[in-house]
Every structure is written in C-alpha cells, then in structure tokens.
C-alpha cells in the first residue's frame, strides 16, 4: 500500500477565509475568555502587519487598531476536517480522520483510476485549492510516515518500502510526531535524530517513556499493522455559514451560497448520487425563512443548482436581516447522467431540455411547466391530463385521426369564406353522462390564405363552422 497524508496547516481559518469575496483585508479569528482575548489565528495581510496567533487582542488592537474580528469556533476545524474526508473519499475507498488536522488515505489502489501519483497529487492539489484550503501532501508506505513527512516537507514522496528506514531515520525526533512531549525530553537528552532513539534499548524506553511510544515507532517503520477507523460518508448534507454581519439584500448571499453548492455538489460527488430536493434556510436572530428548491429530477450539476436556487431565492421575501445561511439536503437519490451521442451537433450555449425546464420552473413557478398525457375522454378539451414529475408513466393515447399541434382554449366561429374541406367528417358523440354533451362533424379545412383548420358543424351540417384549432 501507498499512502498520501493531506496536512490541513490553518483549518479552521481556511474555513471562514473560505466565504469572504476578498480575504486581502487583515482578518484574525479570536477566542478566549472576555476578560483573556487572544489571536488564534491570522491570515497573510495580518501577519504582515505584524500580528500572530496567541498575541492577547489589546495588543493586537495596540498594533493594528483596524482588523476584522472574527470568532473562534472549537467545533469548526472537527466539522470541515470531516467535509474534507468525504471529499477524499471521491479518490480512494480507505479514507482516515483519525489525526487531528489532517486526511490520510490509500492511494495505490486509485493509480489505476486516476493515474500515477505526479496526475493525482496534482489533482488533489486542484481542487483542494477550488475549495480553499491550504494544504501539505506527502507520500509514503505507512500511513504515520506520510504523516511525519508532510509534517517535514510540502511534496515528499517515498514509494519504496526498502528506503523507509534510512529516510525515517535523518528525521528529528521534535518532528516525528512521538507522544504526549516524548520529541522534547528526547531533545533535552542529547538524542536528537530517530536513528539515536531506535538504537536505545526497547525495555528501557517503554520503562521511561511507556508502551505508546514504541507502538509509535513500530507503525512509523512499518513492523506492525496500523489500526485506523475509515471514513463512511453520511446519509444527508448540512452545512452552514455564518455571514459575520446582517445582510438585508439578496445580492450579498450569492457569495456564500455558490460555496454550500459547491460543498453540497462535492457532497454528491463522493456518494455518486444526486439531489431533488433540499432547503436553504435564512437564519434571522429570532427564526428563519426557508427556501424550499425542488426539482423534477435529481442533479448535480453546481451551475445549475446555483442558477435554481438564485432564481428561488431572488422571488423569495426576506422579512428580517439574515445572520446565517444553511443547506439541508436530507433525501438524496440515486443520480443518472443524460446519454448523450458520441457526435453530439447540440451548439455549445443550447441548455439540454432537464436544465432548460428547470430554469423555466425556477423562473415561471412550479405549476408553469409540466407535462402532457393523453386520457380516455374523446373529447379534445378533455382529452388530455396534465402530469408532474418524470416517474409518472405516459401511456400509450388510444388510435385516432390526426390532432392538430395548437388547440384553442375555446371554439370560435371561424370566419374566412370560402373554405375547402380536405378531410371528413369525423363525427364525435360524447359526453352526456357529465352534462357537457357534445355532437359534432370535425372536418379539416383549408382557408383561402392556405392555412389547415380543423373545425366543426352541426351533425350532418357543412355551415356555421367553429374553429377549434390549426394544423402546423
């Protein structure tokens, strides 16, 4: 086996830098106690202006008095560490949260998917970039030596197990990554490289530093078997951003709502699956709103999706100012991609017929687009249903003569003279169980503009014709 260890450096501030537009402006998350305020961590603009984590918040706003403040959540860097494992589960079977701070899994067997590791990594690399986080990837035969190598330089990669040992051994024992504060009273002890402390004598390490570290040093090198719990990916999506300030406008919600797509879209990737259904919920500081997007068929397309849920939200009413923004996708069917030609001639800008009726759905409303069955009425008002949704079937409309393509809502009299009668009549006898009989001769006729109409007369009449519709 081949392992890649993805180090997640500034997780939690990735998360937040992640759903500003422009993260050029000093930023620094801040937790602590009120009365102990402390920088937990900063992004490059505030950094350059000379602030760092741990630095107490009175000295930082001594040093920059204008930065934004955001606040640290404990749960945030768990919460994304466990979206960016299911991620990784779109490249490999054998995903690992188990480290804080960083994604470890099996990559030998996705070589044959995806390409040899220089293709992977760098897709890796790319969308892990498109998703905003910065990242440290290496390469190596067991899972904690990936991990250490990462730790040590952004790119290593060790593919044969016989040079494990020699590269593990040039490694520092502060960087090995060895338990509790083992690394350090190491140091203080004059061993300073993994070669020094694998020549020290097993028994008198486990009686001075206890069993975990040689477990440590065992699983480093590959002699024993490295137990990890794998990643399972959940059943349901739910993610949310919180906006840091009240938002009244519609426009200032795209931003973090083309990012929940995008997750939700990822999301879907990694089970193969689709969406046709879910909710946005506009969080106020008492009570939300809820946009309901449904679709006629699952997708997973992010443009889409996006477009949908802008055009929904745009119609929708916010009554008070939002705080937060929330996707809840809870029901996920199974998603089948549209066949397409191997020599497709569909220009590039015609939008296939789902995603053309889904933005006339988003756009005109729900009722304005659906589909046409035919029913058992012979009568031509009548003789069609309206049907919602694809898994309705259509069935078979029963033997008659031709139907023209544009029916009228209401028969007019039809008044071009002369007209010729090219076809009939059709005599039609029907509807006296519901009150609204109807004894009619349908003929099809050509005006003297050349137009085919199909009217009706009278039984047994060739006059006084009602226009009911027009042949293309």
Not at 186 to 211: C, E, K, S, V
Not at 260 to 266: A, E, F, K, Q, S
Not at 295 to 309: G, N, P, Q, V, W
Not at 437 to 448: G, K, Q
């Amino acid at each position: 086996m081949l392992w890649a260890c993805i180090v997640l450096p500034q997780l939690a501030l990735d998360a937040v830098l992640r759903r500003h537009p422009e993260a050029s402006a000093p930023l620094a998350l801040v937790g602590g106690p009120a009365q102990l305020r402390t920088l937990q961590a900063v992004n490059a603009a505030a950094a350059a202006a000379g602030l760092q984590a741990g630095m107490r918040l009175t000295a930082a706003l001594a040093l920059l008095p204008e930065f934004e403040k955001v606040d640290y959540d404990p749960q945030a860097p768990e919460r994304w560490q466990r979206f960016l494992a299911a991620w990784a589960y779109r490249h490999s079977s054998l995903v690992s949260a188990q480290w804080p701070g960083c994604i470890v899994l099996e990559v030998r067997a996705s070589f044959r998917l995806f390409g040899p590791w220089p293709v992977l990594q760098a897709r890796l690399r790319d969308e892990l970039q498109a998703l905003g986080f910065q990242h440290r990837i290496a390469l190596a035969p067991t899972p904690r030596a990936a991990q250490v190598l990462a730790g040590l330089r952004d790119g290593m990669a060790l593919h044969d197990a016989a040079h494990l040992g020699d590269t593990l051994d040039r490694v520092p024992v502060r960087r090995a990554r060895l338990p509790d504060d083992a690394g350090q009273r190491l140091q203080r002890m004059g061993i300073t490289h993994l070669a020094q402390l694998r020549a020290l004598p097993r028994d008198g390490l486990r009686r001075r530093f206890g069993l975990p570290l040689l477990e440590h040093l065992d699983r480093l090198y590959g002699q024993a078997d490295d137990p990890l719990s794998w990643y399972a990916p959940p059943d349901h999506f739910d993610a949310r951003v919180e906006l840091g300030h009240e938002v009244e406008n519609h426009t200032a919600l795209l931003f973090p709502l083309r990012r929940l797509i995008g997750d939700l879209c990822t999301f879907l990737s990694i089970r193969d699956g689709g969406v046709q259904r879910f909710t946005l919920r506009l969080e106020h500081e008492e009570g939300h709103t809820d946009v309901e997007v449904g679709l006629l068929a699952a997708e997973r397309d992010a443009t889409l999706l996006f477009e949908l849920t802008r055009n929904r939200l745009e119609r929708c009413e916010v009554p008070r100012p939002v705080v937060a923004v929330r996707l809840l996708a809870r029901h996920l069917p199974a998603f089948v991609p549209a066949s397409r030609d191997l020599f497709d001639t569909r220009n590039q800008q015609q939008l296939p017929w789902p995603q053309l009726r889904e933005r006339l759905r988003a756009r005109l409303g729900d009722a304005a687009v659906y589909r046409v069955g035919p029913a058992g009425d012979p009568r031509p008002e009548r003789a069609w249903q309206r049907l919602d949704g694809d898994r309705v079937v259509i069935a078979s409309a029963p033997g008659r003569p031709p139907r023209p393509c544009w029916l009228l809502p209401q028969p007019v009299p039809l008044q071009d003279r002369p007209v010729r009668i090219v076809s009939g009549p059709e005599r039609l006898e029907s509807g006296w169980w519901d009150g609204h009989e109807a004894r009619r001769d349908y003929y099809v006729l050509e005006t003297s503009q050349g137009q085919q109409a199909w009217a009706f007369a009278a039984p047994g009449q060739q006059q006084d014709w009602m226009l009911h519709g027009w042949f293309a």
